[in-house]
């Protein structure tokens, strides 16, 4: 590879800022006026080759680069130990940004210019056997470039580091127009104080930029004189820049001058058609990405804004709870979505947080998320408990896609929701769930668990789908997370792995639930914002909705919280007659409640014990089975209680089942594996429960008694 590159006079380089070192093959070496071989140099080392201009532009290009994703291209002026520039070098780059050693890594490309004299006729000349194939190849990068560049700072920075063949500017201005008013858009090789007397300026000024935006003729000043004589009134404007040559060209789109592109040079050109030819082409394409870039970037402050507007405000607080929320919208292209969040205040007191994702990142899917966001407020206003709100809504968005879109073909959306109506002075919560993923628990120790729900299938799929409803209660000091996938999978990580990150920043969280927020969104991505737009933005795949519910409690405790590290953690789960798949869930949740259980061989057990005993209620009793596991106690010696409710009336009992039976054996697995067990009757059915004492504490040995 690089005996390819030498052969075409091409080095390679590689800067690292963490480490400070750049590091040259021997061609990259002889270009910067080195040995030709290859090198390791110290950034002070590498800085006293570069002009201290070009070196300063290339930290700020780099960083631009990294946080738009374009490649970074700049040209360097090599100096020799007397200050002297010895030729002029092309970088062209990818450089990437590593945030766990926030340190920028360049490896690139370096190519000296064939231009030693800049405008001059030797210098012209220099290249005259070259000028065509020259040219050819400047515009072909000038418009990948162009063409890559997706904002209006973009394109400006792109159109300042453009190196034009025998000749280059040092100063490039973008005109504007607004009403009959000339404003400056961009500009390169000036101050911002330089650019005053020119913006706001009447296009009826006899001014060159002016007059190319109302005639849409360009205009070459090949020397001061031409430009004094043309142009007397504002010739004192540019005369203190000492500037030699002016070309003023129309930037013109969709046959309309949207303004005007000056670039200004500091020897005489004399404008030969070759050259006038180069300039129009690049005007032409600058026009071209300026349109481009602004077309794209109304269309993003219009979207957002309507995103913005379609999101509620969480309102006041409610007494006994506390909720946080966050939306982000996804990077690139429309900053809109599908995804949202709301709180609704219902008529029986409580209120209900729902958090959704409508299919699709476009106008569409943001428009439909409006109108299904307020047909889930109606029909929650109307008092439906969250199954019926749920079921409606399908229904709802159903009749909204089921038809063909604006092209004649099928556009069928769904969409993920899910539904909690909490009360505040119990802190019961009532759900129902449509495709979307499970809620998550943090207890007040820091334990934090997914809490499997029963679900339907997404919204708009099936006009007559059901949505079971599952109930528990949520404890002072615990906090509830909803969220959409984007908060999950964002980063190249599935739902498991971007759940296990999640995770680790809820278990090692201290603050309130604001702080909360920000952190779990800050872990995916970075600094947060309600409205994230940007280069950060720009690096998600997926749209972001987050809602937090806090319950607070007594004394000292975790977000949001005051409540003193608790002796219980307690979980409930409920297995309906017709949902035998969900003991399966039941077995992973009580091995998320037992995460830091020292004897893996008691979590085994009690995994298998619950198992055996909610399979026993759906096969000998027509009830539900309701599974309350409870935690008690802190350190080693930790007691686990587990009890399984129902409705039944017959009490279980010991069998001796043969040596071929399928049943008969989950009291006598009781009796081996717990340290305690019995069968208490309630009011109406009965309880089985079963007592295991973690290693290490006085509980431990306890013996195996019926209570």
Same mark, same amino acid.
């Given at each position: 590879?690089?005996?390819?590159?030498?052969?075409?006079?091409?080095?390679?380089?590689?800067?690292?800022?963490?480490?400070?070192?750049?590091?040259?093959?021997?061609?990259?070496?002889?270009?910067?006026?080195?040995?030709?071989?290859? =090198?390791?140099?110290?950034?002070?080392?590498?800085?006293?080759?570069?002009?201290?201009?070009?070196?300063?532009?290339?930290?700020?290009?780099? %960083?631009?680069?990294?946080?738009?994703?374009?490649?970074? *291209?700049? +040209?360097?002026?090599?100096?020799?130990?007397?200050?002297?520039?010895?030729?002029?070098? %092309?970088?062209?780059?990818?450089?990437?940004?590593?945030?766990?050693?926030?340190?920028?890594?360049?490896?690139?490309?370096?190519?000296?210019?064939?231009?030693?004299?800049?405008?001059?006729?030797?210098? %012209?000349?220099?290249?005259?056997?070259?000028?065509?194939?020259?040219?050819?190849?400047?515009?072909?990068?000038?418009?990948?470039?162009?063409?890559?560049?997706?904002?209006?700072?973009? /394109?400006?920075?792109?159109?300042?580091?453009?190196?034009? #063949?025998?000749?280059?500017?040092?100063?490039?201005?973008?005109?504007?127009?607004?009403?009959?008013?000339?404003?400056?858009?961009?500009?390169?090789?000036?101050?911002?104080?330089?650019?005053?007397?020119?913006?706001?300026?009447?296009?009826?000024?006899? !001014?060159?930029?002016?007059?190319?935006?109302?005639?849409?003729? &360009?205009?070459?000043?090949?020397?001061?004189? =031409?430009?004094?004589?043309? !142009?007397?009134?504002?010739?004192?404007?540019?005369?203190?820049?000492?500037?030699?040559?002016?070309?003023?060209?129309?930037?013109?789109?969709?046959?309309?001058?949207?303004?005007?592109?000056?670039?200004?040079?500091? !020897?005489?050109? &004399?404008?030969?058609?070759?050259?006038?030819?180069?300039?129009?082409? /690049?005007?032409?394409?600058? =026009?071209?990405?300026?349109?481009?870039? @602004?077309?794209?970037?109304?269309?993003?402050?219009?979207?957002?804004?309507?995103?913005?507007?379609?999101?509620?405000?969480?309102? #006041? *607080?409610?007494?006994?709870?506390?909720?946080?929320?966050?939306?982000?919208?996804?990077?690139?292209?429309?900053?809109?979505?599908?995804?949202?969040?709301?709180?609704?205040?219902?008529?029986?007191?409580?209120?209900?947080?729902?958090?959704?994702?409508?299919?699709?990142?476009?106008?569409?899917?943001?428009?439909?998320? @409006?109108?299904?966001?307020?047909?889930?407020?109606?029909?929650?206003?109307?008092?439906?408990?969250?199954?019926?709100?749920?079921?409606?809504?399908? +229904?709802?968005?159903?009749?909204?896609?089921?038809?063909?879109?604006?092209?004649?073909? &099928?556009?069928?959306?769904?969409?993920?929701?899910?539904?909690?109506?909490?009360?505040?002075?119990?802190?019961?919560?009532?759900?129902?769930?449509?495709?979307?993923?499970?809620?998550?628990?943090?207890?007040?120790?820091?334990?934090?668990?997914?809490?499997?729900?029963?679900?339907?299938?997404?919204?708009?799929?099936?006009?007559?789908?059901?949505?079971?409803?599952?109930?528990?209660?949520?404890?002072?000091?615990?906090?509830?997370?909803?969220?959409?996938?984007?908060?999950?999978?964002?980063?190249?990580?599935?739902? *498991?792995? @971007?759940?296990?990150?999640?995770?680790?920043?809820?278990?090692?969280?201290?603050?309130?639930?604001?702080?909360?927020?920000?952190?779990?969104?800050?872990?995916?991505?970075?600094?947060?914002?309600?409205?994230?737009?940007?280069?950060?933005?720009?690096?998600?795949?997926?749209?972001?909705?987050?809602?937090?519910?806090?319950?607070?409690?007594?004394?000292?405790? +975790? @977000?949001?919280?005051?409540?003193?590290?608790?002796?219980?953690?307690?979980?409930?789960?409920?297995?309906?007659?017709?949902?035998?798949?969900?003991? =399966?869930?039941?077995?992973?949740?009580?091995?998320?409640?037992?995460?830091?259980?020292?004897?893996?061989?008691?979590?085994?057990?009690? /995994?298998?014990?619950?198992?055996?005993?909610?399979?026993? $209620?759906?096969?000998?009793?027509?009830?539900?089975?309701?599974?309350?596991?409870?935690?008690?106690?802190?350190?080693?010696?930790?007691?686990?209680?587990?009890?399984?409710?129902?409705?039944?009336?017959?009490?279980?009992?010991?069998?001796? #089942?043969?040596?071929?039976?399928?049943?008969?054996?989950?009291?006598?697995?009781?009796?081996?594996?717990?340290?305690?067990?019995? $069968?208490?009757?309630?009011?109406?059915?009965?309880?089985?429960?079963?007592?295991?004492?973690?290693?290490?504490?006085?509980?431990?040995?306890?013996? +195996?008694?019926?209570?």
């Amino acid at each position: 590879m690089e005996e390819v590159l030498a052969s075409l006079a091409t080095g390679l380089w590689h800067w690292d800022t963490d480490t400070g070192l750049v590091t040259v093959d021997a061609e990259a070496a002889r270009l910067l006026g080195l040995p030709a071989e290859p =090198a390791t140099l110290t950034e002070a080392q590498t800085r006293a080759r570069f002009h201290p201009v070009d070196w300063n532009e290339i930290t700020g290009v780099v %960083r631009l680069a990294v946080a738009e994703g374009t490649l970074a *291209e700049v +040209r360097i002026r090599i100096m020799d130990g007397d200050g002297n520039i010895v030729r002029i070098v %092309r970088s062209r780059s990818k450089p990437s940004f590593d945030p766990e050693r926030h340190a920028y890594e360049l490896i690139g490309t370096l190519q000296e210019v064939t231009d030693p004299a800049p405008g001059t006729a030797a210098g %012209r000349s220099a290249v005259t056997g070259d000028w065509r194939r020259s040219r050819e190849a400047f515009l072909l990068d000038a418009g990948r470039a162009l063409a890559e560049a997706r904002s209006t700072a973009e /394109v400006l920075r792109v159109a300042g580091a453009l190196s034009m #063949p025998g000749f280059s500017p040092d100063g490039l201005v973008v005109f504007g127009v607004e009403g009959d008013r000339l404003t400056v858009t961009g500009q390169h090789g000036h101050t911002p104080a330089d650019m005053g007397p020119f913006s706001n300026m009447p296009l009826a000024t006899d !001014y060159p930029a002016a007059e190319v935006v109302r005639t849409g003729r &360009a205009v070459y000043l090949s020397s001061p004189e =031409a430009y004094r004589d043309r !142009y007397p009134a504002t010739w004192p404007l540019a005369r203190h820049f000492g500037r030699r040559s002016w070309a003023f060209l129309p930037l013109t789109a969709g046959g309309r001058t949207m303004g005007a592109w000056m670039a200004a040079f500091t !020897y005489p050109v &004399a404008f030969t058609p070759d050259e006038r030819a180069v300039l129009t082409t /690049v005007a032409r394409m600058l =026009a071209q990405a300026l349109s481009r870039a @602004g077309a794209a970037e109304s269309a993003r402050e219009l979207t957002e804004g309507l995103q913005r507007s379609m999101l509620p405000s969480l309102g #006041p *607080e409610i007494p006994g709870m506390r909720v946080a929320a966050r939306y982000i919208p996804t990077g690139g292209g429309l900053q809109v979505g599908g995804d949202w969040y709301d709180m609704i205040p219902l008529p029986s007191g409580r209120f209900a947080l729902v958090i959704g994702d409508v299919q699709g990142h476009d106008v569409r899917a943001a428009g439909l998320m @409006g109108q299904l966001r307020i047909a889930l407020r109606a029909y929650a206003s109307e008092g439906h408990r969250p199954d019926a709100v749920l079921s409606r809504a399908s +229904r709802f968005l159903h009749g909204l896609t089921d038809g063909p879109g604006e092209d004649g073909l &099928a556009d069928l959306r769904f969409a993920t929701c899910l539904y909690v109506e909490a009360d505040p002075p119990t802190g019961r919560l009532e759900m129902a769930r449509a495709g979307h993923p499970d809620p998550v628990i943090r207890m007040t120790d820091g334990t934090v668990m997914t809490r499997p729900t029963a679900g339907g299938l997404p919204l708009g799929l099936d006009p007559d789908a059901d949505y079971p409803r599952t109930r528990f209660t949520l404890e002072p000091g615990e906090t509830l997370m909803l969220c959409t996938d984007g908060l999950i999978e964002t980063g190249g990580h599935d739902m *498991e792995s @971007g759940w296990r990150r999640l995770r680790a920043i809820l278990e090692d969280h201290e603050g309130d639930l604001e702080s909360l927020a920000d952190a779990l969104v800050q872990g995916v991505h970075g600094p947060s914002s309600h409205h994230t737009t940007g280069p950060l933005a720009d690096r998600r795949e997926d749209d972001i909705a987050l809602l937090l519910l806090g319950r607070p409690g007594e004394g000292r405790g +975790r @977000g949001g919280t005051v409540a003193v590290r608790p002796v219980v953690r307690r979980t409930l789960l409920s297995v309906a007659q017709d949902e035998p798949e969900r003991i =399966a869930e039941a077995r992973q949740h009580l091995r998320g409640l037992l995460h830091d259980w020292t004897s893996a061989e008691q979590v085994d057990s009690a /995994v298998l014990l619950v198992s055996e005993m909610v399979t026993n $209620v759906l096969v000998h009793t027509d009830a539900d089975a309701v599974l309350l596991a409870e935690v008690m106690g802190e350190g080693p010696g930790r007691r686990l209680r587990v009890e399984v409710f129902d409705t039944g009336d017959d009490l279980p009992h010991k069998r001796r #089942p043969g040596e071929l039976a399928s049943s008969g054996r989950g009291l006598m697995l009781i009796e081996l594996l717990a340290d305690g067990w019995g $069968v208490d009757p309630r009011g109406e059915g009965k309880s089985i429960w079963f007592e295991l004492y973690e290693p290490g504490g006085s509980g431990a040995g306890a013996s +195996r008694d019926v209570a």
